[in-house]
């Protein structure tokens, strides 16, 4: 048996059993099923498990993040479930049952995407360096120059760079599309590559000059076949005809090996379909892609540029985050590498590169800000701590699905806020007309790629997109109770009575009396627990209850029990387990945890049996005013056991042990 094999057979289970899995496999951190009927699997029950830190649901697949651990318990899973084990494709293709069309087109157009977006972001980290080097007019004895002009060092640093940057986004982006493309339709993929250094060859005239080409330049960049005469124009930087070119290509080697004898494959195929295909991306793809690329270029920036601007930042701001989630996000990428493309010639240099990409970057941040919030908010909570913090630092570096799938969905409130403070961000990117040179880093790296011109104002977004999404968090969190899980884990687990043998604590409280009510553990004004100004207890989450204002500082036994928990280092709660099974916490103050047992006495302890009137703990009311706190008592059934119709009496003045204030058969 492995140490993840009794998570693993609840895992099992909680799925749907091995009959509900049509197939499974793990990746670095996550556990990805294709479940016959994904409704089967109980979520929150499968967030409960130890071993899992979350769960989503992406591109049909339900995937269960487990951490770096995620092999072993992988191959427990397969021990104790039985089920084969599978390859990404196989379960890829089994979850696109759980799919409708438009989301297998969109995840296959992720798909593509995926695999170049290391070298996408690298690229952009290289022009953000040469952006500093080069773009930043910060240095000097007057703060008026560049480091590449004071220093020659700097100078060829900058040259250099851009041997990465060029080869990046100039030529990689196309051959990448075309490799990829090829790779994902089972075609050959180095014939894809071959395919896409067609485009971007030295032989055809640049894609950035094209614009500008007059007609002494087109003589030495046509093809003349006397019939006809076609550009050679080059597509540098281009994605739709790259990705055009690659899918009728791969058609194409699909026709000639459907239709040509085994025996001249190797001849025939390669020679016919990139023949072929490289006519077509060149005679007719390429121009048509140019057109559609331009016309898609167009439409985003007016969008971003014009009277609207501001519209579209607030919405593109706000739900790219909800992209992230679908996997489609990874088709801007596309969107923002034509922008590029289109914007490169413009005469003012503040209007070269994209004018998305930024509000992206700040997306990113803002959710890494909730999730900053949610650290602080749960800084007791040692298991929330081992998903917060990572997922935090994973999203100011650019990769938010830690944080999105790992805390913020989760909770819910988090992603929400996040998407408020995005929008507003992009309001302002919007407003402020902000471009970033390249795609680069998509956290708060992310500045090294703006355009030197926006430096200032993208600074003022990112304010934006880290403190408004914190604030809300923290708030909404606040008041939904999120800061006191970590005392209710405490309260419920490791201090509770040990159960070992059932039959021995059944008959050490057998004996005493239920009658049917519970009295008043302190003296003082009742109230209705949701009149206390704490959402973990207003809202009932650790159960029904009232509360009291005390007026003296003893808190008694309101009935016969046993005590359950007994919270020593702090002294401000006591749980009793009554002979029926009835169990009954018993809260002083709220956040009195953080004194440290300062200003209370226990006077009993845990297995302790105690009997109505019974003193179970002293608190100085004193103190706890000084400390800042409220020493409301609250009084709570978290555990009905066999009792039914359990009552509340909500008003009144109450005497310790004496005032009923709940009733129960």
């Known amino acids: 048996m492995g140490k993840y094999a009794q998570d693993a057979k609840e895992l099992l289970r909680l799925v749907g059993g091995k009959e509900n899995i049509a197939a499974v496999t793990h990746c670095m951190t996550r556990m990805r099923f294709a479940l016959q009927d994904p409704a089967k699997a109980d979520v929150p029950a499968i967030e409960a498990l130890k071993s899992v830190k979350g769960s989503f649901t992406q591109a049909g697949q339900f995937q269960v993040i487990i951490g770096n651990d995620v092999a072993d318990f992988y191959d427990d899973f397969v021990a104790v479930s039985g089920v084969s084990e599978a390859s990404k494709a196989d379960v890829k293709a089994a979850s696109a049952n759980n799919q409708n069309k438009l989301q297998q087109i969109m995840g296959a157009i992720a798909e593509v995407f995926a695999p170049l977006i290391p070298a996408i972001i690298t690229g952009g980290l290289i022009l953000g360096f040469r952006n500093v080097l080069g773009d930043m007019p910060y240095f000097g004895p007057d703060g008026t120059q560049t480091l590449a002009s004071m220093s020659q060092f700097w100078t060829g640093v900058y040259n250099f760079l851009w041997l990465i940057g060029e080869s990046v986004f100039h030529v990689g982006i196309p051959v990448g599309i075309c490799w990829s493309i090829t790779k994902k339709m089972g075609g050959t993929p180095m014939l894809g590559i071959v395919l896409g250094l067609s485009l971007v060859s030295g032989q055809l005239m640049n894609a950035y000059a094209v614009p500008t080409a007059t007609a002494a330049d087109w003589a030495n960049y046509t093809w003349d076949f006397g019939f006809a005469q076609v550009h050679m124009i080059g597509y540098q930087a281009q994605v739709i005809p790259a990705i055009l070119a690659a899918i009728v290509f791969n058609y194409l080697e699909r026709f000639f090996k459907k239709i040509t004898p085994s025996i001249v494959q190797m001849i025939v195929v390669p020679f016919c379909s990139l023949l072929l295909g490289t006519m077509a991306a060149h005679f007719v793809l390429g121009p048509i892609g140019w057109a559609i690329g331009t016309w898609v270029g167009n439409v985003v920036m007016a969008g971003i540029t014009g009277s609207a601007r501001v519209l579209f930042g607030a919405i593109f701001g706000g739900l790219y985050a909800p992209l992230v989630i679908t996997g489609l996000h990874h088709m801007t990428n596309a969107v923002d590498l034509q922008l590029i493309a289109n914007n490169e010639n413009l005469a003012n240099p503040a209007l070269h590169g994209t004018p998305l990409w930024p509000m992206i970057a700040l997306s990113n941040i803002a959710q890494g800000s909730a999730v900053l919030a949610m650290i602080i908010l749960q800084k007791k909570d040692e298991n929330a701590q081992q998903v917060n913090i990572p997922a935090c630092l994973s999203c100011y570096l650019g990769v938010t699905e830690p944080a999105i799938f790992g805390v913020n969905l989760k909770y819910t409130f988090p992603f929400v806020c996040a998407m408020i403070g995005s929008s507003i961000a992009g309001i302002l990117c919007c407003a402020f007309g902000v471009h970033a040179n390249a795609i680069g880093v998509g956290g708060l790296p992310g500045i090294l790629s703006i355009n030197s011109a926006y430096f200032a104002q993208f600074a003022l977004c990112m304010v934006v997109a880290v403190v408004v999404p914190f604030v809300l968090t923290y708030i909404v969190g606040k008041r939904q109770g999120i800061d ?125 049996v105690v009997h109505l009137g019974d003193p179970l703990i002293s608190f100085d009311r004193a103190k706890i005013a000084a400390a800042g706190h409220k020493d409301t008592v609250m009084e709570i059934v978290t555990e009905v056991g066999e009792a039914q119709d359990v009552k509340l009496i909500e008003s009144g003045e109450a005497k310790a042990g004496e005032t009923t204030v709940v009733t129960f058969a």
Do not use: W, Y
């Open 484 to 608: 006191k899980q970590a005392e209710i884990a405490a309260l419920g687990e490791g201090n509770a009575l040990d159960e070992a043998d059932p039959t021995q604590v059944t008959a050490r409280i057998a004996s005493l009396t239920v009658d049917g009510t519970l009295r008043a553990a302190v003296s003082g004004t009742v109230k209705p627990l949701a009149d206390v100004a704490d959402g973990v207890f207003s809202a009932g989450m650790m159960g029904e209850g009232v509360a009291i204002d005390p007026t003296e500082g003893e808190v008694v036994a309101p009935c016969e029990g046993e005590v359950a928990v007994m919270m020593k280092e702090s002294g401000h709660a006591v749980g009793l387990r009554l002979a029926n099974g009835l169990e009954v916490l018993i809260h002083i103050g709220l956040d009195t945890v953080d004194m440290q047992g300062d200003g209370f006495t226990c006077h009993v302890n845990q297995g302790d």
